[in-house]
């Protein structure tokens, strides 16, 4: 997995992970490009943003051995069309969604005669509307576009979930977060609550989350 941006990178190799694939993360054309070398892997996620020209040096080589997911965008289209020119596989346009990128991911993978081993799942999907935590792979997903959580911000996004319609106190949360043990205050919560707010708002995901003050917090049941 190859992208500039290296909480993207760790976030999707922690996905990939959970579905069953061993990945291996770099943030810059060197350090994939002496990655790639020694690891030798079966399939390669290469985001544009990577940098020019190296980017393209280093797609080369990649395409010469390994299959390849491009990870563009809109303002790169010529990159991605050279980039196929060059041997790549397959591409994606950013934001995209997860799902589909690890589905293209396991179809280029069977083609080439390989099939991931698929973890089966302990724990159901937790839906508010368009919003989707999906604990067995560790994501969670807005109308497609994938949120960039924390771990902290996933297990409380998840308890709340959970318990939608319910004001989870805040002592609780503490308790289901961070452990009986916690040595953190009440006013961690609540700058952990602002933060997943303030995420879920960028995505568009509006009221989800209420405060009931001196109380703790709720997922609004209604929320569609």
Same mark, same amino acid.
């Given at each position: 997995?190859?992208?500039?941006?290296? /909480?993207?990178?760790?976030?999707?190799?922690?996905?990939?992970? +959970?579905?069953?694939?061993?990945? @291996?993360?770099?943030?810059?054309?060197?350090?994939? !490009?002496?990655?790639? /070398?020694?690891?030798?892997?079966? *399939? =390669?996620?290469?985001? @544009?943003?990577?940098?020019?020209?190296?980017?393209?040096?280093?797609? #080369?080589? =990649?395409?010469?051995?390994?299959?390849?997911? @491009? *990870?563009?965008?809109?303002?790169?289209?010529? #990159?991605?069309?050279?980039?196929? %020119?060059?041997?790549? %596989?397959?591409?994606?346009?950013?934001?995209?969604?997860?799902?589909?990128?690890?589905?293209?991911?396991?179809?280029?993978?069977?083609?080439?005669?390989?099939?991931?081993?698929?973890?089966?799942?302990?724990?159901?999907?937790? +839906?508010?509307?368009?919003?989707?935590?999906?604990?067995?792979?560790?994501?969670?997903?807005?109308?497609?576009?994938?949120?960039?959580?924390?771990?902290?911000?996933? +297990?409380?996004?998840?308890?709340? !979930?959970?318990?939608?319609?319910?004001?989870?106190?805040?002592?609780?949360?503490?308790?289901?977060?961070?452990?009986?043990?916690?040595?953190?205050?009440?006013?961690?919560?609540?700058?952990?609550?602002?933060?997943? #707010?303030?995420? !879920?708002?960028?995505?568009?995901?509006?009221?989800?989350?209420?405060? =009931?003050?001196?109380?703790?917090?709720?997922? +609004?049941?209604?929320?569609?």
């Amino acid at each position: 997995m190859i992208d500039p941006d290296p /909480q993207l990178a760790e976030l999707l190799a922690h996905s990939l992970g +959970r579905a069953g694939m061993s990945t @291996l993360t770099a943030c810059d054309a060197a350090a994939a !490009l002496d990655l790639f /070398q020694s690891a030798q892997p079966d *399939l =390669v996620v290469l985001g @544009l943003d990577i940098g020019m020209p190296a980017g393209l040096e280093l797609l #080369q080589t =990649v395409c010469a051995q390994a299959q390849v997911i @491009l *990870l563009g965008s809109g303002r790169r289209e010529q #990159q991605v069309v050279r980039g196929l %020119d060059m041997g790549a %596989d397959d591409y994606l346009v950013k934001p995209f969604s997860f799902a589909e990128l690890l589905a293209r991911i396991r179809a280029r993978l069977r083609r080439a005669g390989m099939q991931p081993i698929t973890p089966p799942s302990t724990s159901p999907a937790l +839906r508010a509307g368009d919003l989707i935590l999906d604990p067995a792979q560790g994501i969670v997903s807005y109308a497609g576009r994938l949120l960039r959580l924390t771990p902290t911000e996933f +297990r409380v996004l998840k308890h709340l !979930l959970a318990h939608a319609g319910v004001v989870v106190p805040t002592r609780t949360l503490l308790e289901a977060v961070w452990g009986c043990e916690h040595t953190v205050g009440p006013e961690v919560v609540r700058v952990t609550m602002h933060r997943l #707010q303030h995420k !879920l708002y960028d995505v568009g995901v509006r009221d989800l989350l209420g405060t =009931v003050h001196g109380v703790g917090f709720v997922v +609004r049941a209604e929320h569609d």
